[in-house]
């Protein structure tokens, strides 16, 4: 590889979504796709701010490119890689686990491999215990709970191309723990309202942060902020827009999830929906999350509003939100009836565009997640879509990915989220 990136992360089950979310927070330049699950960074490991990435799965450092993308360059490299670099961990117990993507590896040949360097390693007087693979890539829950990402740890991550392959090692993985604590714990749920994931949410928002910014908007701002999470980290040094003090609105803001990803992140909270129960939730969920966790952000604010006529109360630096998704369906419907529903739904996205474009500023950043149904012969768009301009947004066009690969859509499930991204004109 001709450019020299430091930092590679694996994607989640929607590569393109973590590509974009990448792309909105540190600029395409900085963004090398690999493969069909990981992407080149060009930002140093340490200044990343993983734990707001809901698009990527670990984050690793590039440690070498492999002479040959095979699993016997792979395993020769890790042979005389391990016992060398031994010694640059601190005393005490080493636990080492290997994973293999884009590599067709046997678990019992990574086995080989790691009981020959557990061997080598011992032979110099250090104890070490390997972590078993279940499959070739190990899974966050066996990286966490091994403490692969500690002092005394190592992930070592052989990812491929096909055409050519590099050793990596973990510094972050995704807090499966920390999302599952913030989704499934919090007091108040409807599942007739669909279950935003945290995960979901967190991109939704980064995607609705740009690097680069109209100077008139307050994000074009850029400072330093401390890990809004638990996760450990540096500090984030001038590589993201800064969020303190900044507000974001949701409009459909539901129980609450994408504004309680917002506080975690460090922005000021704002949200609105049509239903006093919805309204009753978020204020419950905020409540509940400032109590459990390190929230960053100052403010929340929670008010009962209609999407297409209310008046929100400014300033208003961005806009991230899953609106109304319409009826769901647990299989589809006939022609007739979908076409029913599409009509009503896009009716109340064109009333709701309409109304925000008279209070947002020019150049304030759009994400939305809206409805887009899958059928035999293809996604249904909203038709509203194709009339963008005509109500005062440019939609963005991402480098390296496509509009049609950010539909959040699970295997069976008629009723995807297309994720939109526009910009006030």
């Not at 990981?38 to 990343?48: D, G, P």
């Not at 908007?217 to 590589?239: I, W, Y």
Request: glycine content about 6%.
């Amino acid at each position: 590889m001709k450019e020299s990136f430091p930092t590679i992360l694996t994607l989640g089950r929607q590569p393109s979504m973590g590509i974009a979310e990448l792309e909105s927070l540190y600029g395409a330049e900085n963004v090398k796709p690999y493969g069909t699950e990981a992407t080149f960074l060009n930002i140093e490991s340490s200044k990343v701010n993983f734990a707001r990435l809901g698009g990527s799965t670990r984050l690793c450092k590039v440690l070498a490119e492999l002479p040959a993308a095979s699993w016997s360059a792979a395993r020769d490299f890790l042979a005389k890689t391990i016992p060398d670099h031994e010694k640059y961990v601190p005393e005490g117990k080493l636990t080492i686990g290997v994973s293999v993507i884009g590599i067709k590896v046997d678990t019992k040949d990574i086995e080989r491999c790691l009981l020959g360097a557990k061997k080598a390693v011992k032979a110099l007087g250090r104890s070490v215990r390997i972590v078993p693979n279940k499959t070739a890539e190990l899974n966050a829950a066996q990286v966490i709970h091994n403490n692969l990402t500690s002092s005394n740890g190592w992930e070592l991550v052989i990812i491929s191309n096909g055409a050519t392959a590099f050793l990596a090692q973990t510094v972050f993985i995704q807090d499966i723990e920390g999302y599952a604590a913030r989704d499934q714990a919090r007091p108040y749920r409807d599942a007739r309202v669909g279950m935003l994931p945290p995960k979901l949410a967190q991109t939704i928002i980064n995607l609705a942060v740009s690097k680069i910014n109209d100077h008139s908007s307050r994000l074009s701002v850029l400072g330093s902020r401390q890990q809004p999470t638990t996760l450990p980290t540096e500090a984030t040094q001038n590589l993201e827009p800064r969020t303190q003090n900044l507000v974001l609105l949701d409009p459909f803001c539901g129980t609450g999830v994408l504004l309680q990803e917002a506080s975690l992140m460090g922005f000021d909270a704002y949200g609105t929906d049509l239903e006093p129960r919805m309204v009753e939730y978020s204020i419950g969920n905020m409540h509940w999350i400032r109590e459990k966790f390190d929230v960053a952000g100052e403010t929340v604010r929670i008010e009962l509003g209609d999407a297409t006529e209310h008046k929100w109360q400014q300033p208003i630096d961005l806009l991230a939100s899953e609106t109304y998704l319409g009826q769901a369906y647990a299989s589809l419907p006939p022609q007739e009836q979908l076409q029913k529903n599409i009509r009503y739904v896009d009716s109340l996205h064109r009333k709701f565009l309409f109304n925000l474009q008279k209070q947002v500023k020019k150049g304030t950043r759009i994400c939305l997640a809206v409805p887009a149904w899958y059928t035999k012969s293809g996604f249904l768009h909203l038709p509203v879509l194709d009339h963008l301009q005509e109500l005062g947004y440019n939609r963005v066009k991402f480098v390296h990915v496509s509009k049609d690969d950010l539909i959040y859509h699970r295997e069976n499930q008629i009723v995807g989220r297309e994720l939109v991204v526009l910009v006030k004109d």
